[in-house]
T-cell receptor
């Protein structure tokens, strides 16, 4: 079974700093990897989906990289803002179209 | 706008009571999923359905039941056999096929009275 780990579990950064969130997975034979954002008491919003053939995917201030051989993905958020405060989760598909989720990176951006 | 609607947003259960959480989607997706989220935990899969009239158990199906009579709807019943039902429940849907991105509703928070 695919295991997904996210480090650090929580972090705080001053506004304007770049955020670096890490996701690792045990089985490198992944099909794709998805990054989500979750606000308190809310559902998950998809941020980026990076295919196994891609090395990175960008959307605005967000950039996700993927290194299958080392079993890692990194989500970069440039010039962080207080509105970026949320929990960020990564997930990879396995088995019969299931998703294996990490426990998330809880981010607080301090104004 | 297409999306997934979960209701109610908050739900309270008495001891020995069954409760049903609603999930409706108008995205024309074949596959639907139910997850449970506990504080500090990742999402855990309860049940999923790839097509109407068919569903499979996920990792923590004990104490839960589902039905899939319509493509748009995938209700989850939390039975009295589920001894620790307090959690945040999330419904998702996707196009059928491996690795298709899943789209999520806003969740239902279930608490015990």
């Amino acid at each position: 079974k695919q295991e997904v780990t996210q480090i650090p579990a929580a972090l705080s950064v001053p506004e304007g700093e770049n955020l670096v969130l890490n996701c690792s997975f045990t089985d490198s034979a992944i099909y794709n990897l998805q990054w989500f954002r979750q606000d308190p008491g809310k559902g998950l919003t998809s941020l980026l989906l990076i295919q196994s053939s891609q090395r990175e995917q960008t959307s605005g201030r967000l950039n996700a990289s993927l290194d299958k051989s080392s079993g890692r993905s990194t989500l970069y958020i440039a010039a962080s803002q207080p509105g970026d405060s949320a929990t960020y989760l990564c997930a990879v598909p396995y088995g019969n179209n299931r998703l294996a989720f990490g426990k998330g990176n809880q981010v607080v951006v301090i104004p | 706008d297409g999306g997934i609607t979960q209701s109610p947003k908050y739900l309270f259960r008495k001891e020995g009571q069954n409760v049903t959480l609603s999930c409706e989607q108008n995205l024309n997706h074949d596959a639907m999923y139910w997850y449970r989220q506990d504080p500090g935990q990742g999402l855990r899969l309860i049940y999923y359905s790839q097509i109407v009239n068919d569903f499979q158990k996920g990792d923590i199906a004990e104490g839960y039941s589902v039905s899939r009579e319509k493509k748009e709807s995938f209700p989850l019943t939390v039975t009295s056999a589920q001894k620790n039902p307090t959690a945040f429940y999330l419904c998702a849907s996707s196009i059928q096929g491996f690795g298709q991105p899943q789209h999520f509703g806003d969740g239902t928070r279930l608490s015990i009275l």
